[in-house]
Each structure stands twice: as C-alpha cells, then as structure tokens.
C-alpha cells in the first residue's frame, strides 16, 4: 500500500516551520530570577515582599517561606525588591541566563518613607486580590493594652468588616458570619479553640507572631473548609546570628521570648512562653478568708517554640510546636466534707514542614501536622466516707498531610497548587457519673466518637492578562467522607483587578466556600463547653456564596484607601433549639439542633497608612445580617427571618500610633457600634397555670431578637516609655487606659419588677469600667 503525503505537509514546508518555531522561540527566549528575600540583620525571611520590574511591568511576591520565581523575557530588565519598612533595592542588568539572587533587606529610616512600599504588590492597588488586609505586627504591639496584654484578635476587631463579640471578648465575627466559620491557621494549621478566660483574650502571643493577613472575601483557592474569613498567622522563625529576646511583666500575665542561632545562618530557634499568676496571687487570699477550708484559682497559659534547618539552599525543615490551656479548680470544705471541682480546656499542635526546591520555577512544601482541642471537667463530692464523682470531656482531633507548590509559569502567569488530607476524630459529649451510695456501677451518657475523613484538591492562577487587567483564578474540590455518608463540594474562586492608574484600580470578586464542621455555642461569649460536631446524615455541609466589588487607591504611596461591598448567602447554618443545651444528655446531639439559612450585605471603608512616625487606619462598615429557620420541624421565630446576634448597622474605628521620639510612642483606638440584637419580654399578658387564673402576668416575646441593645462606644489610650540600658538592651514601661471616659456599655440587658409600680424595668450589666494598667518589657 502507497502512503501519499499531501504536498500542505511536504518534508521540506515541516522543516521550514520548525525551523520558523525555533526561531521564534529563541527570539522570545525566558529565563527566570529566583531566591529569597530576608531581613538583613536577623536574616528572617519576609512574606509577602514584592519584586517588580520596571520595564515590563511585570511583578510578583515572595511565598509564605520568603522564596520567589519571577520568569520574564530575555534582555534588560530592572527590578525593585521591596518591603513594608524596608528600603528599596534596585538591580539592574541583561538577563540572558537563569539567575538566583537572595535579598537582604535594610531597615529604612522613617524620614526616608518616600522610599518605603507601603503595602504588598498581592493585596494592594496593583494586586488582583481585594477584601484583604495585612497589620503589620509593629502596628497590633501598638494598639493600647488590655489589663497590659496586647491582643491579636482584638486588634483585628478594630478592621471594618469584622466586629467583636460582647463587651471585652475576643470574638470574630466576620461580615455576618458565625465564629466558627473563621479559618485561623497558626503556621499553616487549624486552629479551633482561639480564646482564653471565655474570650477574653486570645491564644496568640504577640512576641512570637511575624505576620498576619486577613482575607474576608475572595478566598484564593489554596484556603477552604470555612466560610467567612481566614487569618493567616506565621510565627517568627529565629535570628541566624544572634540571641535576643523579650521580657514583658503585666498585671494578670508575663511572657518570655527569646530566639536566635543554634548553627549560625543554618539552624535557628524561637521560644515563646506567657502564663497567668492570677491564681497564684489568689488562692492564699481565698485559702486565708476561709481559714483554709478553700482554695480556688484560674490560669492560663500558651507555649509556642519553632526550629528551623537549612540543609542547603534548596532545602529546609521546619518544626513548630504549640501547646495552651486553660484551667480553673475549687476545693471547699474540710477533708470529711469536700467538693472539688476542676476545667481545663486547650490545644496542643505539632508540624513539621519540608521546603523544597525543585527548580528554579518550582517550589514545593510537604506538611505533617497533629492538632488536638478538648475540653475536661471533673466534679467530685465527698462527705463521711461516701463519695459522688461526675465527669464532662469532649474534643476534637486531627491527623494532617498536605502539599503545596507554587510555580513560575512565565512571565504572566503564577501558579499554585496542592493537596490536602485530614483525619478528624469528633467526641461530641462524654458524660460518666458514679457514687459510692448512689450507683453501683458507673454510668455513662455519650455519644459515639465520630471519625471522619477530609480531602481537598486546588490549584490557582496569578495571571496578567494585559498591564491593565490582572486575575486570580482558581477551584478547589473538597471531599467529606463518615462511614454512612460522603459529601463533596466544587469551589470556583475568582478575583480581578482592572488598573485605571498606577494608583487606582477597581476589583471585583467571588468565592464559593463549603464548612464541613459546626459549633455548637450556648451563649454569645466563647465558652470551653462549644461542641465541634461534624456534618453528618442528618446535618449537611454549611455554604456560601459572596461576591464583592470594590476601588483601591493609594496615595503617594503613603496612604491606602479603599471601599468595599459585599453580598453573601449562607446555607445549612446551624443553631441550638429552644431550651437546648451541651448537658441535655440527648440519645444524639442532632436532636438539640435546627438549620436554617443566612445572608449578610454591606459596604466597608478603609484608610491605612503602615510605615512612618504616624501609623493606623480609619474604617466604617454599613452592614446588614439576616437569619432565617423556616423548614418543616425546624422553625426558629415562627419560620420568619430574624437579625442576626451581632447585626450591627454601622461600625466605625480610629486606630493611630504615634512615635514622638526614640523614647515616647503614644496609641489610641475609638471605636463607636450599634448595639447588638437581643431577645426581650416587650409585653406581658394575663395567663392560666394548670387550669386556674393566673392574676400574674406572664412573658410574651413577639419575635426572635426583637430588640437592639444601647449603642457601643470606648476609647482607649497608651503610652510607652522608653529607655536604652547599659547593657544594650531597652526598657519599656507601658501605661495604658481601656475605657477611658467610663462608658457604661452594655454587657447583657435584663428586666425586673419595679418597685414604683406592678411593671417591669429594663436594666443592664455592664462589665468594664475605666481600667487602668501598667506593663514592664525589657527587650535584650
């Protein structure tokens, strides 16, 4: 048989046009600049830094490990090498082969803040991400002082777009979504349990934080499984020549940091410990008031230590470690007659992390992690020789292994993609009771351990489409697999910039999210005793649509302005029913709980200047949160919608900080709220009692939080003062002013019987007055 070749695809026209293709290619040849851009002194590495080349108008930003891959045509090129404080570094020449160049940043002199970029290429004007925000941590060690602890999620509070919980809590609640649909990851990993003293303050350390985003829309695809926001939290690695650390003492807390090389610029360390003396300054006084019949105390503490190996430049290891809990125990009576009590609750999280560089386009990080949250209570009685013993434990547990690669396409495009699975073991509620006299054997109330596999799957697109139009793409597929049920979720994400000026763009949005997991809160404070429960047969996944739309602007490189607005839905959102609660010992925890659904819109405004004598920002946030619980058996407020807990209307906040000199900073925050909805008795009516008249009067509520509690307002101010030593080191007093002009705000709004007539008054608690407090660090 003769094979024809068509004369179209002669030997010689094939030739030709490889030929032809060749050429192109080596005309339009690429090369990549590849390294790590690192503080100069300390040698930590910088997330988030920007290099840009001037010539094509092409830029890129450094991963979460400080390393970048910038793939750009051959030929001249000029790149700028920035950072938030830091001075430019410029490098100029004709790139013609593959080249590694690391960077050592200098600190900038404030005078010189023309020369300082002021925000990260990936989240700022220039870059396609919106609805995030970086806080220098500078800035959060700024903001004035609770009780003299400086707190991460409270200065997170003071953000538009996020609020707080009650009065003095360290709640998060996110463009009207719930606390549990915040992903807060601490080196990479889950976090659950974020809050100590009931919320008061929160698990993370300041000294031992190096840098926090927070992203409240727009997810990029490397983050799923929560719905409204995620705060990303990376932990200081350690200096590569020296040792120093830090030493603060407060009035309810001290804490230590100290860092530094265990093989100079190969293995480095960083140890960070705070605990609470509270209990120990009161239980003498209690055991002395009781003439030693009691004792009683609370406490709480947080661990963080992290080390680091740098096998060579294309390889490190990583391993962190954090360990926190709370605890509160109570023994009264003498020894024949005793009640004891004890809680603790807390997390403890372990990883290791494998950086490696595969080549100069591909950068990859394996993780293995283990993350455990349990809450613990014990209460015993013992009275002449008889003895009654109940227990309370519940928790969550997580086996983690994941991988994630970023690579350098080309000049245009800048890819990441990994993998994630997870193990989880649920132990919703264990209740055990046993007594000497009571019961002969021990009985126990539980419901079964729940265990649970998590897989996702994502992959993401940094591209420039022109100079004009830039855009993150991306998907994520998750999968939720119980023994009798297997859940999956497709997560499109989206988010484009379209540049007016070199200073102005506009952005638009949207994101897909799934949450496989719930919690179960009894109250609007955080509580050790919130169940983590997973979706079940019976309980579907929650999810969310969001779009969001908004204009950046920066001026003179100095300042960033920028407006937001947001739309979302949120499904399958979970709430206790009437009258339930954690101790129902319920044959399942699914029959305490209903479903319903949400949605939340608004608009946010924010003002942010980051480096500089003069830091802070300015936000407002007009917003609108809705629930409603209308499925048959399944009605909350007769099927109708209802405002949500923390529905606020308006929101605004002033944060400044201001260094006067090397020896006086002065701080201060004002924030102003609309009051939280509240369920209240508005009207009362005559009723029967068991078949009789009742000549009382008994409650009626016409609708789920149907009243708006006083509007919220605080200012707080702080000073620190200080002082170079002898020894080389600088002493810091810090004083500071939470509520300065004594607001009575509302903590919880009841009512009682006046005394004047047969009504009722409305009364409210408030819990903090102005309070004063005074802090002593000595940095080394």
Known sequence: MKIVIPRLFSVKKVLTILLFAVSLNILAQNYTISGYL???????????????????????????????????????????????????????????????????FRKSNVLQEVSVVATRSDIGVKGSQMSAIEVPIAQIKAIPAFLGEVDLIKALQLLPGVQGGTEGTAGFYVRGGGPDENLILLDEIPVYNVNHAMGFFSIFNADAVKNVVLYKGSFPARYGERLSSVIDIRTKDGDAYKYHGNISLGLIASKINFEGPIIKNKTTFSISGRRTYFDLLTAPLVKSATNGESVGGYYFYDLNAKVNHNFSDRDRLYLSFYLGDDGIYTSLGESNHKTNMNMKWGNMITSMRWNHIVNNKLFMNITGAFSRYRFLMRFEIKDEGNSALASYNSGITDGILKADFDYSLNPRNSV????????????????????????????????????????????????????????????????????????HSFQPRLSARLLITEDLSLKAGYSYMNQYIHLLANSTMNMPTDLWVPSTEKIA???????????????????????????????????????????????????????????????????????????????YTWAKSMRQFDRYGQEINFGKPFPAKFDRRHDFKITAAYKISDRIDLAGSWLFATGNATTLALHSYSGLVTGRYNSGQLPYISSRNNYRMPSYHRLDLGINFNKKTKLGGISTWNISIYNVYNNQNPFILFTEESSYNKGKILKQLSLFPIIPSVSYSYKF
């Open 416 to 487: 990441k993609f990994g993998t994630m699975y997870i193990i989880h073991k649920f132990n919703p509620e264990v209740i055990t009771a046993k007594g000497s006299d009571i019961f002969e054997d021990e009985l126990e109330f539980h419901n079964k351990p729940i265990i649970a596999n998590e897989i996702s799957v994502y992959a993401e697109d940094n591209a420039t489409i022109t100079n004009y139009l830039k855009v993150n793409a991306g998907v994520r597929y998750s999968a939720f697999a119980l023994s009798n049920k297997y859940y």
């Open 541 to 619: 996944p929650i999810n969310t649509n969001q779009v969001a739309f908004g204009i950046f602007y920066n001026l003179k490189k100095l300042l960033d302005l920028s407006i937001e607005g947001y739309y979302k839905t949120m499904n399958n959102i979970v709430e206790y029913k009437d009258g339930a609660t954690f101790f129902g010992i319920s044959k399942d925890w699914q029959d305490k709980i209903n479903m319903g659904r949400g949605w939340a819109y608004g608009i946010e405004f924010l003002v942010q200047k980051s480096a500089g004598k003069f830091t802070g920002w300015i936000g």
């Open 38 to 104: 690192k503080e100069g002194i300390s040698k930590e590495i910088l997330i988030g830094g920007t290099v840009y080349d001037t010539i094509s108008k092409q830029g890129i930003t450094s991963n979460s490990y400080g390393f970048y891959s910038f793939t750009l045509p051959k030929g001249n090129v000029n790149l700028e090498y920035s950072y938030v404080g830091y001075l430019v570094e410029n490098r100029n020449f004709v790139l013609d082969r593959d080249t590694v160049i690391n960077i050592d």
